[in-house]
Every structure is written in C-alpha cells, then in structure tokens.
C-alpha cells in the first residue's frame, strides 16, 4: 500500500471515529441524565492513567476542599507542561516521537519548585482552591519500572510536589511494579503487563483500582461481580459543558459513563470516584484493531475492565467515568488536555474539562442528606 494513500486512510478513519464518537448514544440508546444521589460531595476522590493521571492531578489540585485522596497512574506534578505541548511531551512525559530519541526527562526535568510556586500563584488568583486542603488528602501515585511513555522518575517527582505541598509521608503511598510499562495494572486483563499497546490495560497480577479505592477509603469489604449490564449508565455528558452542548474545542465526547451500585441508586449514603481514561482510551477511539466486546470502537473496555466496578458494587462507591474524545490535528488521540489545547486556562477553575467534570460531581451529589 503507498504510504500516501495509507496516510490518507488513517486521517479520513481519524474523522470518521470522531464523528461516530459524538453520536447520541451507542446502538442508538437514549442518553440518560445523572442521578442526585446521596454523596458526601467531601468523600470525592479521583484517579487516571497517563493523561487522565496528568488531569487527576489538576482535579485534586483545583479542587482541593471536596476532594478525599487520589491515585495517579503513569503521571506527573500539576501543571507540569506550564501551557507548553514541547515541555508537556519531552520533559514530562517521552511522547513526541514513537522512539523516545527526544526525550528529556531527567531527575528534575519538571521542575517541582516552579510547580509549587504557580500553584501557590493559582490559589492567590482564586483560580484554584487553597492548597492547604492538599494536606488532609490520602494519595497513590503508582509507576512502573518499564514505562517508557511517563518514565518513573517523572513519578518521583509527583511525589516530590505532594511533599511541598505538605502531604503528609503517612498519607502518600508510592508503588512501584518492577514488570509493567505504560499501563492500567490489572489482575488478569489485557495484554501482558510489560507490554505498552491499546488497550493499556495490563495483566500485572496487581490490582490498581483496589489499591487505589483503599488506599483512599481504607479496607474494601470483599468484592462483588459487578452488574455491569444493569448498573452501568452512559449519560448526557455534554450537559456538563459550558454551554449545554458538544463542541469539538472542549476535547469532550458528548456522552460518559457512570457504574452505579444498586444500594446508591436507592438512596444509600455512598461516595463517589471519578476515573479518568488515559490517551487511546476514551469510548470513540479508533484503534488499530478491534477490541474484544466492543466491536470497531474502543467503546467499554476501559470502564468495564479497569476493575473499579467491583470493588464499588460492595463498597458503596459510585464510579464516574468521563470521556474525552478524538480532535483532528489538535488532540488525536483522545487525551484530556493537559497541555492546552483547550485554552490556557486549562489548569484552572475556568477550565471547560474540569469545570464540566466539577459539575458531574455536583449533580451527583445533590441528593445529600
């Protein structure tokens, strides 16, 4: 095959995924609208792979007072890109070029003492909340020795940040898994945990969405066969939105999913997670092949397989899973942005991603009591 006409099919199949991606719903289902549940907005935590590590990190941090812990998988320190996709893909992460050549993570290739003085800088602005509020947080920051993508030390350096943001040592909790490359641990799906290819999700014989949830939450009661089918809800994401509808600038699908425990829909008290997918994760991707159960499109794998639905089942955890979605020639592969591509007030409260994540939380948790 030419290589011209390869790389004209791979754009016009680019297109055709994101435009299948903002369709109403899959297999024409009516998009549902999130419930008010009874959550503790304050029991709220967060976690994400790769870029959904990286906005795990800005939602913890801009949203400090409601959240409770966090689990960052194969991510960095807040605003470690400072609104540049170079610095965001050769000194925080190795994702440039497919060979990593230009790669220049170092030791302290963040920067951690400029990290800490903008985010002291955001607070000041009102821009964030008061980072004081970081040293009540419980936080997991989970690297993998062969990861390539976000090599370990940019970990480190995360953990480094928490440290200046006065997280106290006996609330942080750093794993490191000796075989796994840039992937979400799992116990027994997806490719082998030394392998960084879609899915991303790993057999490490390690549970991350259980070290994860305990470590924020302390001991889970024993976990249930989620009922996926029955309790999975895709909702009107677009809602969330500023301005009520999908725009192709906001790097947001125009649905999400959410896996609701039966004890919480009927109006149990119950907390909430919110999972962030990592690049070439989000529901509308297009992968190279198939993923199995999901036909063309990345669809459920991450939101079913992950391996947070069963631990939420047993524990009263509701689980919320955002999704990002496919810009062509902006954001390819689906990430949440990081970096700016939304605006450069990405990292902030003025944010159109985390401002419409904020307000899934809201909704949820308006039915407190």
Known sequence: MPHSYRRCLCRALLVLACFVSVLPAAHGAKLEQLPALNIDIRETSVSGLSSGAFMSVQFQVVYSSIVKGAGIVAGGPFYCSQGNPLRATTQCSCTLDPEHELCAVSSSSANVSSLVGDTHQFAAQGLIDDPVNLSHQRVLVLAGDKDRTVPPMVAEQLSDYYSHMAVPASNRSDVRLSRAAHTMPTVSYGKACDVAESPYLGKCHYDAAKAVLSWIYG?????????????????????????????????????????????????????????????????????????????????TTFVRNAGYNRWAESNHIVVLYPQ????????????????????????TNQGVQ????????????????
Not at 290 to 297: A, E, I, N, T, V
Not at 329 to 337: F, L, V
């Open 219 to 299: 001991t889970l009661k024993k976990s249930q066969q989620a009922q996926a089918d029955n309790h999975l809800l895709q909702f009107d994401q677009a809602a969330y939105v500023p301005g009520g509808r999908f725009t192709w600038s906001s790097g947001m699908d125009n649905s999400g999913w959410a896996y609701i425990p039966d004890s919480c829909a009927k109006g149990e008290a119950c907390r909430l997670h919110v999972v962030l997918h990592g690049c070439r994760q989000g529901q509308g991707y297009l992968p190279l092949r198939p993923m199995p159960g999901s036909g063309l499109y990345y669809g």
């Open 354 to 369: 985390l401002k419409a994540i904020r307000g899934m939380v809201n909704r949820l948790s308006s039915g407190h009591h």
């Open 324 to 347: 990002a979605v496919s810009i062509p020639g902006t954001n390819p592969n689906g990430c949440w942005d990081w970096w700016g591509y939304t605006g450069e007030d990405f990292a």
